[in-house]
């Protein structure tokens, strides 16, 4: 190991758990399955009919044209090697690992494969610095080769925010059919999860210009569909923490934030600057908003 740097940075690789990943999967698309708005299968799983998840046996699935979106977890790794060039570490047909560089993905591939989304639950497939440089991170490759939509990690992300991620994304998607909405409130429920964390800003949307609905809706099915469970557990605990502390004024929280936000670009502001602000900011927040006001200014 010590004589090959690529072999010893997958060494210290976290062991994924694959049957775990793969109990993930189903609870996120558990009522969407139950409501018969969603089939799917899940290669890698230990002692599973469909085989290794090796990228010759997802080329062969993706080939069929019959899947409308790819949610792949593996490693992402970044080369020191080879100008921190991207790859996936994935299993070959032995199960062993093969690295999997974004080139590997082909535009015959994407054309027959008829997918609409890539959801890449991978560190560092969407690298920012890669995607300017040379669109070697994988993210910017899919979009190149006319994927409509992709959704790839922008740094690490642990297992945890990985699953509350995908449990939020799924329904909202079948419910809105809205790629960038679904991520937004995937995201909320990230940062509802882990408030003081960065989790929430990891993933990134690549999008196709002119790009509305992703999925077509089924909206009699949806109109009976639960909302996931994990979302009344975050309400439960966010309860049970107004509950213990009480509020903080609105005007309060938005005089902390402005003086966190000066803090971090190492400037000072004086308490005459701040006087009056957080009143002022209160009664802007509680007032009811005028007829005909827009949401936003453009």
């Known amino acids: 190991l010590a004589d090959n740097p690529v072999r010893l940075a997958i060494a210290e690789l976290p062991a994924l758990n694959a049957a775990r990943q793969a109990d993930n999967l189903r609870q996120a698309l558990h009522d969407l399955k139950q409501a018969g708005l969603v089939d799917y299968i899940i290669l890698g799983e230990p002692g599973g009919q469909h085989g290794p998840a090796s990228f010759e046996n997802m080329r062969k699935l993706l080939a069929t044209g019959r899947y409308h979106v790819l949610h792949l977890t593996a490693h992402g790794l970044l080369n020191s090697e080879k100008d ?107 940062y509802d999860d882990k408030p003081g964390q960065r ?45 213990r502390e009480p509020p903080a004024a609105p005007g309060k929280l938005a005089e902390q934030a402005v003086r966190k936000a000066f803090q971090a670009y190492g400037l000072g502001l004086s308490e005459l600057a701040l006087s009056g602000l957080g009143e002022r900011l209160s009664e802007r927040v509680n007032s009811p908003r005028p007829e005909g006001l827009p949401l936003a200014e453009v």
Not at 150 to 172: H, P, Q, T
Not at 211 to 221: Q, R, S, T
Not at 235 to 242: D, G, K, M, N, T
């Open 199 to 243: 989790d929430w800003g990891l993933p990134l949307l690549w999008m196709r210009p002119g790009l509305e609905e992703l999925l077509d809706k089924d909206l009699d099915d949806l109109a009976k569909l639960p909302r996931p469970s994990n979302a009344e557990i975050r309400a439960a605990a966010q309860a049970e923490q107004r509950h």
């Open 84 to 190: 921190n060039a991207f790859a996936l570490v994935m299993e070959d047909a032995g199960r062993h690992f093969e690295l999997v560089a974004p080139e590997r993905f082909d535009k015959r591939l994407i054309e027959q494969s008829g997918l609409r989304l890539a959801f890449l639950s991978a560190c560092n497939s969407a690298n920012i610095e890669l995607f300017f440089k040379s669109q070697r991170d994988l993210a910017g490759r899919l979009l190149s080769l006319g994927l409509p939509a992709v959704i790839g990690m922008s740094d690490r992300i642990d297992e945890l925010a990985a699953r509350v991620l995908a449990n939020r994304f799924y329904d909202d998607l079948a419910r809105l059919g809205r790629v960038e909405m679904a991520l937004a409130a995937a995201r909320s429920a990230l």
